[in-house]
């Protein structure tokens, strides 16, 4: 993701929860535990570990380690238009939340 536009980002993020949904639901930890490379962005290193601990969170499990200090200074909203703010502050799952992103939940769904 380093090298990657934010374009591509999103779609690698979006081909990752699809691939995570179809995994067993007893396997899927596996996917969590390994820290990927950092982006070089702090915005969408948190956004990584956020998403990490929401599916963990959806599975019954914890945040891999790896995710539990990543934190941002300042509040990130991906999508920033004056609607797409509104919904990410009522909507945010928590776990994007307490980390300082503000992402509406339904742009964690994939077909």
Do not use: C, I
């Not at 990927?36 to 990584?48: A, E, K, N």
């Amino acid at each position: 993701m380093a090298s990657a536009d934010e374009s591509t980002r999103w779609r690698l993020v979006a081909e990752f929860l699809k691939e995570y949904r179809w995994e067993p639901q007893a396997s899927r930890h596996q996917l969590l535990t390994e820290e990927p490379s950092g982006t070089g962005d702090d915005r969408w290193d948190v956004l990584l570990a956020a998403l990490a601990e929401h599916l963990a969170a959806r599975d019954g499990r914890r945040a891999p380690t790896w995710a539990d200090s990543r934190r941002l200074r300042r509040f990130w909203f991906p999508y920033n238009t004056p609607a797409a703010r509104v919904d990410a502050f009522v909507h945010a799952p928590a776990a994007f939340r307490s980390r300082g992103v503000f992402l509406a939940d339904h742009e964690l769904e994939v077909a």
